[in-house]
């Protein structure tokens, strides 16, 4: 998701440019290896969309009708279904206006602009009519969620069909989606269309839209979009025929056919989501990536020369990141991407991403890295944004940030490094809360970034510390390996890292994501030959140590943490494990001490360092 929200912080040290490590290599993009059989009794459902929507770009209404084959490979006999109306979040009096006329510290995209909307500026989508093969439904609109009594219900392993007719107005730009943003985009149009809402172990996801975050059914989507022949469209799937529209949509050559309105066919196989975007201004370039899909980009032609030139720039450097994020998680597994200018700041879809293009090169870039990094980090790997958000904004803001440093050969530890305070600010200032809270019941929008973005960042990191940085690589791959095309869950992810390491990770997992716990290690005393450490954070963890001796040498000593089970590879000098419960730990060295410093390359996310060197 997009990382301008930081906007909203007053600290002005959380602006990060973002980051790789310069002595990682690109590995040569492969083909994913066949997941293995780790999740025995796993399923999920599946969906197939096929809608023809008819818009209006003079009034922002359109008309839609979508037939919904839905498979319920679940083991549960189903007795109702919901969808989700986004648009209905964009009227006054609705729970995200609400919400950001109450929160402490609202967004400042939204702050009370929903309040103030008229009627021909609000976002709505009106259900007509609802058939589940052939026979009429009742259904009630709740805010954003459509209720539905089944006529029949949906047995394990059944497919039925959902009929649907449906009215849509296209909200004033507000957050994420809508009409004729602030860089004049005519149509951002994500979270448009009743979309079916997710059911899985936990049973369903029927979240009402407050702020943030979503999660969708994988599935094939064959989309008709009617609009003034004069719109050039971009987002999710493959045009299906450009001929037909007078659109050469690999070269961006336009020759329309004499008619008012034209229809885009798009069709995009096994995503969760559909996403789209016009303007009659668009320019559209593609680049093609060596052994990998073919970009697009299409922003506004008539924006200032220097931002065109910061969008020719933009282009070569996304070849890199894909082929980066391709040789460090997985291969990327469709045939295009698209980056194209719209929506509020960044925002990730199905093979495509909406940001604002007006901005410095630097800030264009590194949306796109974050927002192309999602490609892997939450729409191949499905993670439940609403439950689960640092799963897919840590990792992402982590992937993207080792990405631009390698492809600037900028310094990642010392990036790494302002992350890492940004956690320690959010842990210390006394408004932090688990990171299993759900992404709408923070009580402070500045938490929830902090701890999705910032805490996930870490998380990924430190684990590097704790297992080993070889161990760390080998377990992203795995993890998309296993986990491509699923819904992954943290513990998927931890128990990755225990198969690829050896080791016993549960603690790590828990205390970090559970819980508010931290990391404080301090050198207690230094006594001639002995070293006595303490423990006063909730949170366990190794420790690695360097101690100088009085003869100028040094010797680096690891202290595994007993839970663990094992050790990391190290080429210090291991001695005894640490049992978490006592709190301190001593232990002896062959020479007279001159200091002794814990966590020497400040790897661990130890909130109070300046007791960690005597």
Not at 26 to 52: A, E
Request: charged share 20%; proline share 5%.
């Amino acid at each position: 998701m997009n990382r301008l929200f930081i906007s909203v912080f007053s600290l002005s040290f959380l602006l990060l440019s973002c980051h790789s490590q310069k002595d990682i290599a690109v590995s040569t993009p492969q083909t994913p290896v066949p997941p293995s059989n780790i999740v025995s009794g796993y399923w999920q459902q599946h969906v197939d969309y096929k809608m023809d929507i008819d818009m209006d770009v003079n009034t922002y209404q359109y008309k839609g009708k979508q037939k919904l084959v839905y498979t319920n490979n679940s083991p549960d006999v189903l007795n109702k279904v919901f969808y989700h109306l986004y648009f209905n979040a964009f009227q006054p009096g609705s729970e995200m206006d609400v919400r950001s006329l109450t929160i402490a510290d609202p967004d400042g995209r939204v702050k009370d602009r929903i309040s103030k909307l008229k009627p021909n500026e609000i976002g709505y989508i009106k259900v007509n009519s609802l058939k589940q093969n052939g026979v009429t439904l009742i259904h009630e609109t709740v805010g954003t969620v459509l209720e539905v009594e089944l006529a029949k219900p949906i047995t394990p392993g059944e497919s039925v069909t959902f009929d649907m007719v449906f009215d849509g107005q296209v909200p004033v730009q507000i957050r994420r989606s809508g009409r004729n943003n602030k860089e004049g985009v005519a149509l951002s149009m994500a979270q448009w269309y009743p979309k079916l809402a997710e059911y899985d172990f936990e049973g369903w996801h029927a979240d009402p839209y407050i702020g943030r975050e979503f999660h969708g059914v994988w599935g094939n989507f064959d989309v008709k979009l009617t609009i003034d022949k004069n719109y050039i469209i971009g987002g999710t799937g493959y045009l299906q025929n450009p001929n037909e529209i007078g659109y050469g949509y690999e070269t961006g050559t336009i020759n329309r056919p004499n008619s008012d309105k034209l229809t885009w066919h798009f069709v995009a196989p096994k995503v969760h989501d559909f996403t789209w975007a016009a303007d009659p201004d668009y320019s559209h370039d593609t680049k093609q990536v060596p052994n990998g899909p073919l970009l697009h980009f299409l922003y506004k032609s008539t924006m200032p020369k220097e931002k065109l030139e910061n969008w020719k720039n933009l282009q070569p450097k996304a070849v890199e990141l894909m082929q980066f994020f391709s040789g460090n998680v997985g291969q990327y597994p469709y045939k295009q991407y698209s980056v194209i200018q719209g929506g509020d700041g960044g925002m990730e879809y199905g093979m495509c991403t909406l940001i604002l293009g007006e901005g410095s090169f630097e800030g264009l870039f590194g949306v796109t890295a974050h927002e192309m990094g999602h490609s892997w980090f939450q729409f191949i790997l499905a993670s439940n944004e609403l439950r689960h958000s640092w799963m897919d904004e840590g990792f992402t803001e982590y992937i993207g940030t080792l990405a631009e440093s390698h492809i600037f050969n900028k310094d990642f530890e010392a990036l790494s490094k302002r992350v890492y305070d940004v956690y320690t600010y959010l842990a210390k200032s006394g408004k932090e809360q688990p990171q299993s809270t759900h992404s709408d019941r923070y009580n402070f929008n500045q938490s929830y970034s902090i701890s999705a973005y910032y805490k996930g960042y870490v998380f990924l990191k430190q684990l590097a510390y704790v297992i080993g940085q070889e161990n760390q690589e080998k377990t992203i791959k795995q993890y998309f390996r296993d986990f491509s095309f699923k819904h992954p869950r943290p513990v998927d992810f931890i128990r990755t890292a225990e198969k690829i390491s050896g080791l016993e990770l549960d603690w790590y997992l828990i205390d970090w994501t559970q819980t508010t716990n931290t990391i404080d290690y301090a050198v207690k005393s230094v006594d001639n030959k002995s070293v006595t450490l303490e423990r006063i954070g909730l949170m366990p963890m190794p420790i690695d140590v360097l101690v100088t001796y009085a003869d100028g040498t040094t010797e680096d000593f690891y202290i595994p943490l007993q839970m663990m089970r094992g050790e990391k590879p190290t080429v210090a000098t291991t001695i005894k494990d640490w049992a978490w419960a006592y709190p301190t730990y001593t232990f002896n060295v062959s020479k007279t001490i001159k200091s002794v410093e814990i966590d020497p390359k400040s790897l661990m996310a130890d909130i109070d360092k300046t007791n960690n060197k005597k």
